[in-house]
T-cell receptor
C-alpha cells in the first residue's frame, strides 16, 4: 500500500532560525496536503498542492511539490514561537482506489526556543 | 461556528467494555472520517463515509464499527475494547462526496484509555 514518510521526526530550533520538513511517497501522488497540529490540539489544514513542481507561499511558509509528484517540503523562514507544533503531510494516490482517503506522514515535531 | 464536534473528550474504559464515540458536523459536509493518532505514527484512517448512507474500511478497521446516522453524524463503536485501542481518536469531515482532493476539517479529538 501507499506509504508516506516524513523527516525529520523532531526538530529543535532557536527562534529566528529556518526550518524544513520533507515528505516522500512510495507512489506517485495526485495531490499533497499539509496540516499543523498545535500541542494538545487537532490537525488544521494549511494548504494543498496539486501540480507537478508547484510552489506556494503563505507568509513565512513555503510549500513545494516535486516534479515527479512523489515528494514535498515545507519550509518556514525565521521561525517564531507560534510555529511550535507538529506538521503533517498527507497524500492521495494518483488514479488509485484511495477513494476519498489521505495517507498521513508520521509528522515532524517542531520546537522553537525563544 | 462549531465545525466538527466530538464527544466525549476523555474516556477511560476497562478491557472488554464497549462504547460509542460521537461525531457531528454542522458544515453540511458530505464526507466524514474517523482516524486514530498514536505517537510516532501520524494519523491512520479507521473508517470513512464518502456520502450519507455509505461507509467503508480504512487502513486499521479491525475492532471498530461505524454508523453514518445522517448527513451530520458519524459514530465510531468499540464493541470490546482492548488496550491496543488506547489512542486519540479524531473525526474529520470534507465538503465533497468521495473526492480525494479536498481539505479535511478535524474535531478536537477523544482521548481514550483502555485499562
Amino acid at each position: 500500500g501507499q506509504q508516506v514518510m516524513q523527516i525529520p521526526q523532531y526538530q529543535h530550533v532557536q527562534e529566528g532560525e529556518d526550518f524544513t520538513t520533507y515528505c516522500n511517497s512510495s507512489t506517485t501522488l495526485s495531490n499533497i496536503q499539509w496540516y499543523k497540529q498545535r500541542p494538545g490540539g487537532h490537525p488544521v489544514f494549511l494548504i494543498q498542492l496539486v501540480k507537478s513542481g508547484e510552489v506556494k507561499k503563505q507568509k513565512r511558509l513555503t510549500f513545494q511539490f516535486g516534479e515527479a509528484k512523489k515528494n514535498s517540503s515545507l519550509h518556514i523562514t525565521a521561525t517564531q514561537t507560534t510555529d511550535v507544533g507538529t506538521y503533517f503531510c498527507a497524500g492521495s494516490n494518483a488514479g488509485g482506489t484511495s477513494y476519498g482517503k489521505l495517507t498521513f506522514g508520521q509528522g515532524t515535531i517542531l520546537t522553537v526556543h525563544p | 461556528n462549531a465545525g466538527v464536534t466530538q464527544t466525549p473528550k476523555f474516556q477511560v474504559l476497562k478491557t472488554g467494555q464497549s462504547m460509542t464515540l460521537q461525531c457531528a458536523q454542522d458544515m453540511n459536509h458530505n464526507s466524514m472520517y474517523w482516524y486514530r493518532q498514536d505517537p510516532g505514527m501520524g494519523l491512520r484512517l479507521i473508517y470513512y463515509s464518502a456520502s450519507e448512507g455509505t461507509t467503508d474500511k480504512g487502513e486499521v478497521p479491525n475492532g471498530y464499527n461505524v454508523s453514518r446516522l445522517n448527513k451530520r453524524e458519524f459514530s465510531l463503536r468499540l464493541e470490546s475494547a482492548a488496550p491496543s485501542q488506547t489512542s486519540v481518536y479524531f473525526c474529520a469531515s470534507g465538503p465533497l462526496a468521495g473526492v480525494i482532493n479536498q481539505p479535511q476539517h478535524f474535531g478536537d479529538g477523544t482521548r481514550l484509555s483502555i485499562l
